[in-house]
């Protein structure tokens, strides 16, 4: 059902600020820019997404409290069939089904596990072509 960390985003009041803060604790640049909206980098062996976001645009009920504000996404294959099955365990729905960026396939949920947790779920077509690179299944 979890195939693997795609993308971890984080929310920003200031989102220039933001984007330079990481960029330079990562050394490098971002790949990925939607200036005023959106920032993405990837990192380490997997190349995965660190994704800094415009806290205009974090779901309504988020916290601006620390540690409240970022979400790991999990690629998943079957996004509809994993929040109905998250939602029908008892998990309540924190951002619905939510297509990202320009319709390149970036689809996006969050849930709120039983125990009060973010979880975050999507489907990524970079995490599918960095595992057909390494031959994972």
């Not at 979890?2 to 984080?10: I, K, P, S, V």
């Not at 200036?35 to 601006?64: C, M, V, W």
């Not at 396939?105 to 709120?112: C, D, E, L, N, P």
């Amino acid at each position: 059902m979890l195939r693997g960390m795609a993308t971890t985003t984080y929310y920003a009041d200031d989102l220039e600020a933001a984007c330079r803060w990481y960029a330079d604790l990562l050394g490098i640049e971002p790949y990925y820019r939607v200036p005023g909206g959106y920032y993405e980098f990837r990192i380490g062996d997997h190349q995965h997404e660190l994704g800094i976001i415009a806290r205009a645009y974090a779901p309504p009920s988020a916290s601006n409290a620390p540690g409240a504000g970022g979400i790991v996404y999990w690629h998943v294959d079957d996004l509809d069939g994993t929040v109905a099955r998250l939602l029908e365990m008892g998990a309540t729905e924190y951002q619905p089904i939510t297509a990202q960026g320009d319709g390149e396939g970036f689809v996006t949920a969050s849930v709120i596990d039983p125990f009060g947790n973010l979880l975050g779920v999507m489907t990524n077509p970079h995490y599918l072509e960095v595992v057909a690179k390494t031959g994972a299944v």
